[in-house]
């Protein structure tokens, strides 16, 4: 097997069967198409924790970036719980738990879980009590099953032979109708003496098909497992740093305190505590939050820079008629890498504060939305390509002519978008091209994409409002086509008066 070729010029790629033999770059930010000057203002906002702000078209690679930089940092090295307060059960307490102390405690649940062993490794008599030994044949089955699968017999305690015995065999037949008959044990605690001549209490519970066994320092790590019990963990260590807050509501993106209908009482309600959770912003700490189209969360955007500002941010309840309105955990930590995009007719709409925050702590770029038609960027394309079929994992590589007729189509793209000897950096829409053809491979079992399928997809891929201007002339008038005769009398005129304005818009 030969190993992946990194492509630099298209030189390169004319020497290869397919995409398969393309090497896909390890560093994510190497697998974003041109944006040069993205990318590298990306590696210094994951270098040194600075925010960025990417604007431009949808499709264009803003988010790609986003997730890269989130792929730049180092682990997390914070846990964030909260604790029970027993005066005050309302501010629930803030822990800020270490990695290292994390790991021990994880080690410490991993050893109080005890060690499994086969129900035939333990004990004769702790395996009956336990429900997976028979006591009549002595044969292992599961601790679930009442009765001995090869015997018949209840695998219960039918006590000594005799008249006693087969008493206690009808009696237990009897219980089995009744649907009474005694269940096995679920924990049988002993003792087994040490080489010091001192005694230790074990512990064997059954664990499915599994016995677990619990010595004395596990029973202790156990207890001080239980101790600790009363906290939550809102935030853990390990976890994704990308958080997408895109579109999110107010108590996703700044946390909330759930609703509890016994107002946490004591015996009934849940403790304030278990119902605090944390929002995206607290989730993002020490990681990236990015948010597209950022404009569009409104008033919200204020709550995000005075995050930024503070690198921490309290979680409350925000319904008032809530159970949770009175129950508050300040200073929950958030310091976060702020990525947004935007188009640049919404640059307006976005809090002028919270531009200069970004400005000040950060960067603001313009993404290109074309690239120059060189020998290097056709070779970009052939791996963009390769990429786009590993990240859909159900299609077939490309032939090399196949990505050419990719490249042509990125051309044209280019020209209609007024940029001439150029490729598009529109690339989402290419994807889709991609999988469309590759969907057509599939259906006719072809090993390869080819230029054909690429042709293909191209009339299958079409815009709707392609399509609509096709089968009726022009969007407006398809547009008439689908309205209802009572629709069309009230609005005819408006369609008329705005035909050509509609038309432009989607031409």
């Not at 590696?43 to 690679?61: D, E, M, N, S």
């Not at 846990?79 to 309302?90: D, L, S, T």
């Not at 336990?130 to 006590?159: I, Q, V």
């Not at 001080?224 to 996703?252: H, I, Y």
Request: charged fraction near 30%; include cysteine; glycine fraction near 8%.
């Amino acid at each position: 097997m030969t190993e992946n070729k990194i492509v630099n010029t298209w030189a390169d790629v004319q020497g290869l069967e397919s995409t398969a033999d393309i090497a896909i770059p390890v560093d994510p930010l190497d697998r974003v198409l041109g944006q040069e000057e993205a990318i590298q203002l990306a590696r210094i906002a994951a270098k040194q924790r600075r925010h960025l702000l990417l604007v431009g078209p949808p499709g264009t690679g803003k988010s790609m970036i986003a997730r890269a930089i989130s792929m730049q940092l180092k682990k997390p090295e914070t846990e964030i719980r909260v604790a029970e307060n027993p005066e005050n059960p309302e501010r629930p307490f803030l822990q800020l738990i270490e990695s290292e102390r994390v790991i021990r405690e994880n080690e410490s649940k991993a050893s109080a879980s005890g060690r499994l062993i086969d129900p035939e490794k333990a004990p004769g008599n702790v395996a009956e009590k336990l429900g997976y030994r028979c006591r009549t044949c002595g044969k292992y089955s599961s601790h679930s099953e009442r009765n001995c699968p090869f015997c018949g017999k209840s695998k219960a305690d039918t006590g000594a032979g005799g008249n006693m015995f087969q008493f206690n065999e009808m009696l237990g037949t009897a219980l089995d109708m009744l649907g009474q008959t005694q269940k096995p044990k679920d924990r049988v605690v002993t003792t087994r003496s040490l080489a010091d001549g001192t005694e230790e209490t074990v512990v064997f519970e059954a664990a499915g098909d599994k016995i677990c066994v619990l010595d004395q320092k596990a029973m202790e790590k156990r207890r001080e497992v239980e101790k600790n019990s009363k906290q939550k963990v809102l935030v853990k260590l390990d976890r994704e740093p990308f958080v997408l807050a895109t579109g999110a509501s107010e108590t996703e993106l700044l946390g909330d305190v759930r609703h509890d209908p016994y107002g946490g009482h004591a015996q009934l309600g849940s403790p304030a505590y278990e119902r605090v959770v944390a929002g995206s912003i607290h989730e993002a700490h020490e990681g990236v939050l990015f948010v597209d189209e950022i404009s569009h969360l409104g008033s919200l955007q204020r709550f995000i820079l005075t995050a930024m500002q503070d690198k921490k941010f309290p979680i409350m309840g925000r319904n008032p008629q809530s159970a949770g309105a009175s129950v508050k955990v300040e200073d929950v930590p958030c310091d976060f890498i702020l990525v947004a995009a935007c188009n640049i007719q919404d640059l307006e709409n976005i809090l002028s504060p919270l531009r200069s925050r970004i400005v000040g702590g950060g960067y603001e770029v313009l993404v290109d939305v074309s690239m120059p038609d060189t020998d290097e960027n056709r070779a970009k394309y052939a791996q963009f390509v390769a990429q786009e079929i590993m990240m859909d994992g159900r299609i077939p590589p490309a032939t090399i002519p196949a990505v050419e007729a990719v490249i042509a189509e990125g051309r044209s793209r280019a020209k209609a978008d007024g940029q001439l000897n150029s490729l598009t950096l529109r690339l989402r829409e290419l994807g889709g091209l991609i999988r469309a053809a590759g969907d057509l491979a599939v259906v006719e079992e072809s090993e390869f994409i080819t230029d054909d399928h690429i042709k293909r997809a191209l009339k299958r891929s079409r815009p709707a409002e392609d399509q609509i201007r096709e089968r009726y002339g022009s969007y407006t008038k398809g547009l008439n086509k689908d309205i209802s005769s009572a629709q069309k009398e009230r609005t005819n005129a408006y369609y008329m008066e705005n035909e050509h304005v509609g038309d432009t818009m989607y031409s």
